[in-house]
C-alpha cells in the first residue's frame, strides 16, 4: 500500500482570517483613518519582525519613537491584538479534522509571533490537532526561507518528497517546492479537498452538510 502524503499546512490565510485591517477599522472606526494608518505607519516589514522574533514591548517602542503621536495605535497592535483575528476559515478547520481523524499525521509551519502564537495555542483548538508546528518567532526564521521548511522536517524526521505543502502564498509554495516537497496554493477549503483527494488522501468528496 501507498503511504499518503503527509499535508504541511500554513495556518495565517489558510486556517486563520488574519489581518492588521481588522482591528485598526474596529480601532479607529473609521475605514479611512484605518487604511491611512495601514499605509503611512504600520508596514508589513514591521510585523514581519514580529513573526521573526522580536518582542512585541520593542517592536511598538520603536515604532513609537518614529510616530509618538500614534503610540496609541501602534501600542494596540500588541495590547488588542486578538481584533487583528477577523474569523476563522470552518471548512478548512473541517477538512483537516477529517484527516486526523483518518489518521494521518498533519504538520504546519507558520510565520507567527512567538509570543501570540502562545494565545493561539491556548485559544484556538484547532491547533492541538496538528502533530507538530514550526513557528517562525521562535525559530527566528520566517517564510519563504527555506531553513524553516527543513527545521520542520528535521525536527519530526519527515521525507520532504513524502509531504505537501498548502500555503495561500505564491513565495511560499515555490520555497517548498525548493526543498522538493509537493505544494498547493491555497485559494479556498473547497478547491484543496479536490486536489488532496486526487493526491490520494483520505477526505470524503465534499464536506458533510
Given at each position: 500500500m501507498t503511504t499518503p502524503l503527509i499535508p504541511v499546512f500554513d495556518l495565517g490565510g489558510v486556517f486563520v482570517d488574519w489581518s492588521p485591517r481588522h482591528l485598526y477599522e474596529k480601532f479607529y472606526g473609521d475605514a479611512d483613518k484605518a487604511r491611512w494608518f495601514l499605509a503611512h505607519v504600520y508596514s508589513d516589514k514591521w510585523n514581519l519582525e514580529f513573526d521573526a522574533g522580536k518582542p512585541f514591548a520593542e517592536g511598538v517602542a520603536e515604532l513609537s519613537g518614529r510616530f509618538p503621536e500614534h503610540h496609541e495605535a501602534i501600542e494596540a497592535f500588541d495590547t488588542q491584538w486578538r481584533?487583528?483575528?477577523?474569523?476563522?476559515?470552518?471548512?478548512?478547520?473541517?477538512?483537516?479534522?477529517?484527516?486526523?481523524?483518518?489518521?494521518?499525521?498533519?504538520?504546519?509551519?507558520?510565520?507567527?509571533?512567538?509570543?501570540?502564537?502562545?494565545?493561539?495555542?491556548?485559544?484556538?483548538?484547532?491547533?492541538?490537532?496538528?502533530?507538530?508546528?514550526?513557528?517562525?518567532?521562535?525559530?527566528?526564521?520566517?517564510?519563504?526561507?527555506?531553513?524553516?521548511?527543513?527545521?520542520?522536517?528535521?525536527?519530526?524526521?519527515?521525507?520532504?518528497?513524502?509531504?505537501?505543502?498548502?500555503?495561500?502564498?505564491?513565495?511560499?509554495?515555490?520555497?517548498?517546492?525548493?526543498?522538493?516537497?509537493?505544494?498547493?496554493?491555497?485559494?479556498?477549503a473547497a478547491d484543496l479537498r479536490e486536489r488532496l483527494r486526487d493526491l490520494g488522501l483520505p477526505l470524503s468528496a465534499a464536506a458533510a452538510e
Open positions: 481584533d487583528t483575528v477577523g474569523g476563522f476559515y470552518h471548512d478548512t478547520i473541517a477538512l483537516h479534522a477529517e484527516l486526523v481523524e483518518a489518521g494521518l499525521r498533519t504538520y504546519a509551519i507558520t510565520n507567527f509571533s512567538a509570543e501570540k502564537f502562545a494565545i493561539a495555542m491556548r485559544e484556538w483548538t484547532f491547533l492541538r490537532q496538528f502533530d507538530g508546528i514550526v513557528v517562525s518567532g521562535t525559530e527566528q526564521l520566517v517564510k519563504p526561507d527555506y531553513r524553516i521548511y527543513w527545521r520542520l522536517t528535521d525536527r519530526f524526521g519527515l521525507d520532504p518528497a513524502q509531504c505537501v505543502f498548502i500555503d495561500d502564498s505564491y513565495p511560499n509554495i515555490a520555497a517548498a517546492e525548493k526543498i522538493g516537497m509537493r505544494a498547493i496554493h491555497f485559494t479556498g
